[in-house]
C-alpha cells in the first residue's frame, strides 16, 4: 500500500520561499515517476511539477522558473522548492505517483502565501 507524507508548508509573504517534502513507502521510489500537485479552493487539483525516475522534470507554466522538484531516492523523498510565492500558489501541495494513484492521495500540506 502507497503511503505518502508531505511536509513543509505554511504561511509566507508574497515573494519567499519554501521547500516542500513528501516521504513515500509501499512503492518501488527508485523506478517511480513523481509529482507535486495542488489544490485551491473551490478548483480541480492541478499537476504543478513532475520528475521521472531518470530525474527529467517538467513544469506547468505558471510555476515555471519559480519552482524545482527534486529526488533523493535514498530517502525515498521528492522535494519541490517554491521560490517567489505568489498568492496564487495558496493551496493544499501533494504529491504522488505519476500518473497519480487514486486511493494514495495524502493528508497534503498547507501552503498559503499572503501578506
Known amino acids: 500500500q502507497v503511503q505518502l507524507l508531505e511536509s513543509g508548508g505554511g504561511l509566507v509573504q508574497p515573494g519567499r520561499s519554501l521547500k516542500l517534502s513528501c516521504a513515500a513507502s509501499?512503492?518501488?521510489?527508485?523506478?517511480?515517476?513523481m509529482g507535486w500537485y495542488r489544490q485551491a479552493p473551490g478548483k480541480q487539483r492541478e499537476l504543478v511539477a513532475g520528475?521521472?525516475?531518470?530525474?527529467?522534470?517538467n513544469y506547468a507554466d505558471s510555476v515555471k522558473g519559480r519552482f524545482t522538484i527534486s529526488r533523493d531516492n535514498a530517502k525515498n523523498t521528492v522535494y519541490l522548492q517554491m521560490n517567489s510565492l505568489k498568492p496564487e500558489d495558496t493551496a493544499v501541495y501533494y504529491c504522488?505517483?505519476?500518473?497519480?494513484?487514486?486511493?494514495?492521495w495524502g493528508q497534503g500540506t498547507q501552503v498559503t502565501v499572503s501578506s
Open positions: 509501499g512503492i518501488i521510489f527508485r523506478y517511480a515517476a
Open positions: 504522488n505517483t505519476r500518473p497519480a494513484k487514486e486511493g494514495s
Open positions: 520528475i521521472s525516475s531518470g530525474g527529467s522534470t
